[in-house]
């Protein structure tokens, strides 16, 4: 977290911890990608916020099944 004139930033990341696949549930660790998100807020306190989110993409080991 640091401010910057009149701007609070804040930078998060989600957890480094396995996760299910919302589509098949497996679990998973195996790390596809990874983005960043900015957020931006009304004031707080009378300044401006701006939240830096880094998102992991995660691929399950788990073939999709059709049919």
Not at 15 to 41: E, I, K, N, Q
């Amino acid at each position: 977290m640091s401010t910057q004139g009149n701007r609070l930033d804040i930078e998060a990341q989600t957890r480094d911890v396995p996760v299910a696949c919302p589509s098949c549930g497996t679990v998973s660790a195996r790390r596809h990608s990874v983005y960043r998100r900015r957020l931006a807020d009304t004031t707080v306190g009378g300044q401006s916020v701006e939240i830096t989110l880094t998102v992991r993409r995660l691929s399950a080991t788990k073939r999709p099944v059709h049919g």
